[in-house]
């Protein structure tokens, strides 16, 4: 996209400027800085999908130490990973008012340290990960991380509207890591958690990105809501919202109970009404509500591998 090198390019400039001087913080307010960094809200949502992963692979309760590995391991890399996000993505970060408040572009963390402190989060999480679990979970880990940093933000996130599709490898990517860190490879089973997550995220950040398609204009990102019609947008967010529930309904007969598919075909439809919603709004030139989709989708999901994990302890 030609339009990405007015913008971000002007405000790399603003930001390579002198940070205005700093105010003598409190120990918490440091910790709640670099903490913001991590984005813990992704890191919880990645770890939602993560146990149910692991207690699927082990048929009922992972073994605790393999668990709490995983479990900081996964923590640890999602918020490294966010962290070096952060640092990449500055430039953006400051002319965007959803995320100017982020410490970076409020100064309240510098450039190099947020740098050193992503690599020691990613550095120990691959440590951790290579000393406990094994080769495939480890090399998932430092895959998930170098996909969403160097792939995802420095190259699709800039140059194209399917970023938010194919970035969905890396935010699909801890089903994998969990399920490997149990069995030592990668089921049919494991591909299809890996699919539900993966075809889930389109419908979810394409609410997201209607909701704040001004700002993502603003900072010359392609966003699909940005590029596209809200039609086109609307026919996407149908089309992957089915492609979720059905990668959901194949996963039931390989080694499901009647309660998962029950809760795939209630979620699913609850979904799919939300998607449709959307879409039939768009069509008719009505105002959307892209949040609805948005909160809903977090609730789908979450309950989803909820009874995921009550399926493998029966």
């Not at 813990?40 to 207690?55: D, G, K």
Request: include cysteine.
């Amino acid at each position: 996209m030609t339009t990405l090198a007015t913008q971000p390019t002007d405000a790399v400039a603003v930001s390579d400027q002198p940070a205005p001087p700093a105010a003598v913080r409190s120990p918490g307010a440091v910790f709640r800085a670099y903490l913001a960094l991590t984005k813990p809200r992704i890191v919880e949502l990645l770890l939602i999908t993560t146990v149910p992963a692991m207690m699927l692979a082990a048929g009922g309760l992972p073994g605790l130490k393999v668990a709490i590995v995983v479990l900081i391991g996964g923590a640890l890399a999602a918020g490294g990973a966010s962290a070096l996000n952060c640092y990449i993505d500055r430039d953006i970060d400051q002319v965007m008012r959803r995320t100017s408040r982020r410490p970076l572009p409020a100064h309240t963390v510098s450039p190099p340290a947020a740098l050193v402190f992503g690599l020691a989060l990613s550095g120990i999480a691959v440590a951790l990960m290579a000393a406990f679990t094994n080769p495939l979970a480890t090399a998932l880990t430092v895959g998930a991380i170098v996909y969403y940093d160097v792939v995802y933000t420095m190259w699709l996130k800039r140059t194209t509207p399917q970023n938010t599709v194919w970035g969905g490898i890396c935010g699909a990517a801890p089903v994998l890591i969990g399920w490997a860190a149990i069995t030592g490879g990668l089921s049919v089973q494991a591909w299809l958690l890996f699919a539900i997550v993966f075809l889930w995220q389109p419908p979810h950040f394409y609410a997201l990105a209607v909701k704040f398609k001004a700002d993502y204009a603003r900072a010359g990102i392609p966003m699909l809501p940005v590029v596209h019609s809200m039609r086109r947008v609307g026919f996407e967010t149908v089309a992957y919202s089915w492609l979720t529930v059905l990668a959901s309904l194949v996963l039931w007969p390989f080694g499901m109970t009647p309660l998962y598919g029950v809760a795939a075909v209630v979620l699913g439809a609850l979904l799919l009404r939300e998607a449709h919603g959307l879409a039939n709004r768009a069509r008719r030139g009505e105002a959307v509500k892209p949040m609805r989709l948005f909160h809903w989708s977090i609730t789908y999901l979450t309950g989803l591998f909820l009874a995921i994990a009550i399926d493998a302890l029966l």
